[in-house]
């Protein structure tokens, strides 16, 4: 009860003002009476969000530690979209038994803003986020992989807290708050800043792994909806030439340019949504902000980063890709989705940068690298581990034999 009412004083403190978004706002500002009041419903959040107990937020069973710095990777696992309502997963149990020297576990890791098939509003305290990271955390499959492989993490929607959702979510920190508490990522780097993002690298010189987990939920802007509900190419949204929109926001976007000038020989560029298609679909990606892609691409060429390859989840089918004149040379995308949300058996979707068809059933992704070669294998894995796509893409000149 005083919790529940110490929250009522300060919404209501905050009601009578326009929500601010912006990067960190300031949570008070001191009355002319000396009293201190919310600069903002969002600061008044904040405020209260500060008081919450730490047994108030779920937390994933201990992991294994990610690699040593100087560890040379040349397996990565690659998944996204799993329900944690959803019976044993053959999936995740797939995972659990493959051999890998990381595992990228890149959005929708719970359906945090559903009950079975019923999409629910979520509460300024996220019951039901914290209801599904919870069952997740139970979860005899997902704790054979938490024991088997290290992690790093993205979010995207549905454990962001609402569907299809940017930084107009009124509840973004306390979900901030959720993510990196159950992931254990609240005392590192990213747990510093406002937002999921954060780098990792891997391996000496001549063999480094960079991973960069964009965070493509905190900062952006709301899309621009289709003028034709479901007609193919325009599903859900349609493209906005609108210069204020925003994917990343400033902060992140500084931050992504200094990671790209990082050495690094491969770059693993992580986003939740997709990259690189521009005309095969009308659902989520950056084509949707088609400003915003071009800024990524040319940030790209003007830090010359090399040995760039995107990976993406969310839209619950496998997919390959290249494009030769995104960047200053080919440049591929793995989408793996989904472990366990599977609609469709078949894909006729066709983008003008895509390999293959499209892989609807369960599946994840694995990304083998042969330094040797300077090649990296991107691979469609079904459910049960075959091989269903796949495409090798160069990232660097073969090594003198």
Request: one cysteine or more; aromatic letters at 10%; glycine letters at 6%.
């Amino acid at each position: 009860m005083k919790r529940a009412a110490a929250f009522a004083i300060l919404i209501f403190a905050g009601a009578c003002q326009s929500p601010v978004v912006t990067p960190a706002p300031e949570p008070a500002a001191i009355l002319s009476e000396g009293l201190i009041a919310p600069v903002s419903a969002e600061a008044a959040l904040e405020l209260y969000y500060r008081t919450l107990p730490e047994d108030f937020y779920p937390r994933a069973p201990a992991g294994v530690p990610l690699p040593a710095d100087s560890a040379v990777l040349t397996r990565i696992l690659v998944a996204s979209c799993f329900d944690e309502e959803k019976e044993d997963s053959v999936t995740m149990r797939t995972l659990a038994a493959e051999d890998a020297d990381l595992f990228l576990m890149i959005g929708d890791n719970v359906y945090g803003d559903r009950r079975g098939n019923q999409y629910v509003n979520n509460e300024p305290e996220l019951d039901e986020l914290r209801r599904s990271f919870r069952l997740l955390a139970e979860r005899e499959d997902f704790q054979l992989v938490r024991a088997k492989h290290p992690m790093m993490v993205a979010w995207d929607d549905h454990d962001y807290g609402a569907n299809d959702a940017g930084r107009e979510f009124p509840f973004r920190r306390l979900a901030e708050r959720i993510h990196e508490r159950f992931w254990g990522l609240e005392n590192e780097d990213v747990g510093a800043w406002p937002g999921t993002y954060y780098a990792r690298s891997f391996g000496p010189e001549g063999q480094r792994v960079q991973v960069i987990m964009l965070d493509t939920r905190f900062f952006r802007s709301a899309l621009t909806p289709t003028d034709r509900w479901n007609a193919r190419g325009r599903e859900r949204y349609i493209p906005s030439e609108d210069p204020e929109q925003d994917m990343l926001g400033n902060d992140q976007w500084t931050w992504l340019e200094n990671q790209l000038q990082e050495p690094a020989d491969l770059r693993l560029v992580v986003s939740s949504i997709q990259v690189l298609p521009t005309d095969g679909h009308g659902w989520e990606a950056w084509s949707r902000l088609p400003l915003e892609q071009q800024r990524l691409y040319e940030l790209i060429r003007s830090t010359d980063a090399n040995g760039v390859v995107f990976i993406s989840g969310d839209r619950h089918t496998a997919f390959l890709y290249r494009d030769d004149a995104a960047i200053q040379y080919p440049v591929y995308e793995m989408t793996a989705s989904s472990m366990n949300v599977s609609f469709a058996r078949t894909s006729t979707e066709q983008d003008r940068a895509q390999i293959g068809a499209g892989y609807p059933p369960e599946n994840f992704g694995a990304i083998e690298i042969d330094w040797q070669a300077g090649e990296v294998r991107l691979a469609v894995m079904s459910n049960t581990g075959e091989t269903v796509n796949e495409v090798t893409a160069p990232f660097r000149q073969p090594a003198a034999p």
